[in-house]
């Protein structure tokens, strides 16, 4: 793989994409969101970015930005947009994030950069037939919802491109644990990392066995958390302590995107 450019102009073009998505309600923090933007302007791979999750589009106007910037082609956001954990549905039975989607990203000039699928992953999943350079997951957070997502979409990734996870590092059964049993532990994959509490991997299906020595590594720090959030129970009490002290234990800080650039070509040999 070529040394990765990193565009001059990226710092500025990330500040302006996050003071857009800032206003949209949601999750991400904005080393997350400035991750996103660095993977989606560098990614040295070809073929769609693919939004699995997108609510009320804080992570699609983050990336649509970028896109917009550079030319890089429209999101692709796919979410059913009824989310029953994070809409009132018994307050308002037609409750939908679907309208606020739609205001968020026209309100962020980013319409004609997103192309919405109002649909279950899987389903989509089914009828995808494209490249896809930047896999972004951040939909159903359980086991099988987040092994779905993985299965269904990995086929169609390119060489060098990346896949990452939202909420790895929170209580939630699915992200840590794809991203630990078919990431880390995958010879198909290289470089890897968190930011916050994403995890990211560049899938390198030809060389990934060159990066055994950094996931494994991150492997060790990151496995032990599997088992404390596998019923996708809030934790309580001594066993909370022991997660956030198990997890104190896993580099998470923010990455520049020069840093993160360099990193994708280093296997820490
Ligand atoms: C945590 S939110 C996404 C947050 C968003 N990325 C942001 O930046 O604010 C999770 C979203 O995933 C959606 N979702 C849940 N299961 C899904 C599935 N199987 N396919 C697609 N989207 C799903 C929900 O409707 C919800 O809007």
């Known amino acids: 793989m070529a040394g990765i450019e990193v565009p001059r102009d990226l710092d500025a073009v990330l500040d302006a994409a996050w003071a ?45 930005k970028v896109a ?32 606020d989607f739609l205001r968020n990203i026209e309100t962020a000039g980013v319409t004609d950069q997103v192309e919405p699928h109002r649909a279950y992953s899987k389903d989509v999943a089914t009828v995808w037939n494209q490249p896809i350079r930047f896999l972004w997951i951040d939909g159903d957070h359980t086991y099988e919802g987040a092994k779905t997502d993985f299965d269904g979409f990995i086929s169609h990734v390119s060489p060098y491109g990346v896949v990452a ?24 994959f290289g470089a890897a990392g968190f930011c916050h509490s994403i995890a990211w991997s560049q899938f390198r299906p030809e060389d990934g066995e060159r990066f055994h020595a950094q996931r494994a590594a991150l492997e060790r720090v990151a496995a032990p958390l599997i088992p404390f959030v596998e019923d996708d129970e809030e934790l309580h009490g001594l066993t909370k302590i022991r997660f956030k002290l198990k997890r104190s234990r896993v580099p998470r800080k923010a990455i520049s995107p020069l840093k993160w650039a360099s990193f994708l070509d280093d296997n820490g040999s």
């Not at 956001?77 to 679907?98: G, R, T, V």
């Open 20 to 64: 857009a998505a800032r206003k949209v309600p949601g999750y991400l923090v904005e080393d997350e969101a400035r991750l996103l933007g660095t993977i989606a302007a560098c990614v040295p791979a070809i073929g769609a970015i693919v939004e699995i999750g997108s609510f009320k589009g804080k992570s699609t106007v983050m990336l649509a």
């Open 68 to 99: 917009a910037h550079y030319g890089l082609g429209s999101i692709v956001a796919i979410d059913p947009h009824n989310s029953p954990e994070l809409l009132d549905h018994k307050a308002d039975p037609a409750a939908s994030s679907y309208k």
């Open 165 to 188: 996870l939202h909420d790895a590092l929170n209580v939630f059964s699915g992200p840590i644990r794809v991203f630990v049993e078919d990431m880390l532990r995958s010879s198909r």
